[in-house]
């Protein structure tokens, strides 16, 4: 080995590794991130402030104040069950909420494949019928609604009253009527990026089009159908405007009507009204964690097409 190759094996081998420079954040990113920061505290605060006060006595808070520390229990988390009724309210709204997405998720994922599999002259006009029902006030078709409630007879075995009105059934219809177009809405989308090959195969292997959706598309569509189970849930088990409306007897009203049970005449408790938040809002919380992978897929897949 000459002289030469010497020197450059032996510069070759002590070589510093480069030195990566930090880069540093454009002004624009730093503003981004300084606005999410803020948006994600103000968000965040409410429920850990309402949770800390769930665990802290009345009387020690009346005396020295809630931004002072100590006077903490867990008497507010049984008190709250048992004076706002939980256990009742829990059980109606899951008579609600249940078969409200169900219902919704099915209507919707059948005439989103119909608008996605099939092209017809009434496709966008279909479409745009099913998402109307979105763009309309709920106050403005609260009127409306409950007489035609009010004039449906039916069977006393089927309602108390004789009527739809103050039954179940009325609040599920309506949050039915108005969370399909929606849901349509997305799964159409998201169908649409599907393949035709798949229904073209489906064909050649004598698949109609009732086995088509039930056994090829409704499998694919599992993390958009996850992803509007969640928003439904959220949705429909938040609701109290249509529970309130259509339902006079206080034994079926939903969760949230709880919280109004919370209230004093003459003052409030607000630490037993923040331990009958968190307890509202641990189911949602719970559906969310557990189906979170599937949400986050479904609100980016089906964005696009193509």
């Known amino acids: 080995m000459t ?3 010497t020197v450059r094996t032996h ?3 002590t070589r510093r590794p480069p030195v990566h420079r930090k ?4 002004p624009a990113r ?3 991130v300084v606005f999410l920061t803020v948006m994600a505290v103000g968000w965040i605060f409410p429920i850990l402030w309402a949770v800390y006060n769930s665990l802290r006595d009345f009387d020690y808070t009346s005396l020295h104040g809630y931004f002072s520390v100590g006077g903490f229990t867990l008497d507010n988390y049984k008190n709250a069950w048992e004076q706002g009724d939980f256990g009742q309210t829990f059980t ?6 249940i078969p409200s997405v169900i219902i ?3 209507l919707a994922s059948s005439v989103a494949f119909v608008l996605a599999r099939f092209s017809f002259a009434l496709n966008l006009t279909l479409l745009a019928l099913f998402t109307a029902a979105n763009l309309l006030p709920q106050q403005a078709l609260l009127v409306p609604l409950f007489r035609l409630f009010l004039n449906i007879e039916v069977p006393f075995w089927f309602s108390d009253s004789g009527t739809l009105y103050d039954t179940y059934y009325a609040v599920i219809a309506v949050n039915i009527a108005f969370q399909t177009g929606f849901c349509t809405f997305v799964l159409s989308n998201y169908m649409k990026t599907l393949p035709r090959e798949l229904y073209e195969s489906a064909q050649v292997d004598g698949a109609g089009v009732l086995r088509q959706y039930w056994q090829i598309v409704l499998p694919l569509c599992r993390p958009a159908l996850a992803a509007l189970s969640v928003l439904q849930v ?3 088990y938040n609701d109290f405007f249509w529970a309130v409306a259509f339902m006079r007897t206080g034994a079926k009203l939903p969760v949230t009507s709880s919280l109004q049970n919370l209230r004093g005449q003459f003052f409030t408790d607000y630490n037993l009204l923040s331990a009958g938040s968190v307890i509202v809002a641990i189911p949602t919380l719970v559906i969310f964690f557990v189906l979170q992978r599937h949400l986050r ?3 980016t897949l089906g964005a696009t097409k193509g």
């Open 234 to 236: 959220t949705w429909i």
């Open 23 to 26: 880069q540093k954040m454009r």
């Open 30 to 32: 730093v503003v981004l």
């Open 3 to 5: 002289t030469t190759q």
């Open 104 to 106: 919704t998720l099915l």
């Open 11 to 13: 510069a070759a081998t």
């Open 92 to 97: 109606n709204t899951a008579i609600i909420v």
């Open 297 to 299: 897929a479904g609100l």
